[in-house]
């Protein structure tokens, strides 16, 4: 299911390193055995499959794998009201996004969920480069599932930075903030990815989100975010203009 939503609210943000893509192919994992190292590699994969050819090379990456795997997917058109922009670029709009959630092999009743965003139409107005730090997130029911292992992080191009939320959190979620360094007219691609542990025994669903903000001013950062089944709510350190939220979500039945 696939919901899109504007919003007039506050925030707060972090940095990281964007990662360069390899450009090798997985070898099959089905008796390779699996560490953090191999689902990192795994992540990187599917992040340059779906950059290059969208869900289809995922899932013929998965089945490559013998990785058992569920996928949804959309594309939309994210239209800003005209004279509501003060920035000097925004993206108005998602050329496609993806929620890939697979079994960890890693352990028993866990998942590696997979978000990517696919950013485009770059519309460039007069005035301020005051565009402020976007949030990429996975969130769950917290009664049913807890973050396990380490997450992976990736932009590309290399225009900024995605880097773990370090502020205040509410709710069930893995949470990266990415600051822009500049703006790319043929648009950006971010990932995040983490892996969940089923404690309850009920698989439910698991969402994948990406908010994108512009502000009055520059410097505007991430407060507070809260998360949960369904999209994000988030609290900003000053004034924004306005920002747009998609949100994907994925049952887990038959993964777990």
């Known amino acids: ?73 959309g594309t939309d058109n994210i239209t800003t009201k005209e004279g509501e922009v003060t920035a000097d670029g925004i993206y108005t709009g998602i050329e496609s996004d993806m929620l890939n959630v697979f079994e960890d092999p890693d352990g028993n009743n866990r998942i590696r969920v997979q978000v990517v965003a696919k950013l485009k139409d770059l519309q460039e107005y007069a005035g301020f480069a005051n565009w402020s730090e976007d949030v990429i997130a996975i969130s769950y029911d917290s009664d049913h599932w807890s973050k396990v292992g380490e997450s992976s992080r990736q932009m590309s191009p290399d225009v900024g930075s995605v880097e773990l939320f370090s502020g205040s959190t509410e709710g069930g979620g893995a949470f990266s903030i990415v600051d822009f360094d500049s703006l790319p007219e043929d648009g950006v691609n971010i990932l ?23 502000a009055y001013s520059p410097g505007v950062s991430v407060n507070n975010i809260v998360a949960g089944p369904g999209p994000l709510s988030v609290d900003f350190d000053g004034s924004i203009k306005s920002d747009w939220q998609w949100t994907e979500d994925s049952s887990t039945d038959g993964l777990i």
């Open 1 to 73: 299911m696939h919901i899109i939503r504007f919003c007039m609210r506050r925030r707060k943000l972090i940095k990281a390193g964007g990662i360069a893509l390899t450009g090798t192919m997985l070898t099959s994992t089905a008796s390779a055995g699996f560490n953090a190292e191999k689902l990192k590699q795994i992540d990187e994969e599917v992040f340059q499959a779906y950059i290059n050819g969208g869900e289809r090379s995922v899932n013929e990456l998965m089945e490559q794998n013998s990785l058992n795997n569920k996928i949804s997917s």
């Open 192 to 214: 995040l990815a983490h892996s969940l542990e089923n404690d309850s025994g009920t698989a439910g669903t698991v969402y994948g989100s990406y908010v994108h903000s512009w």
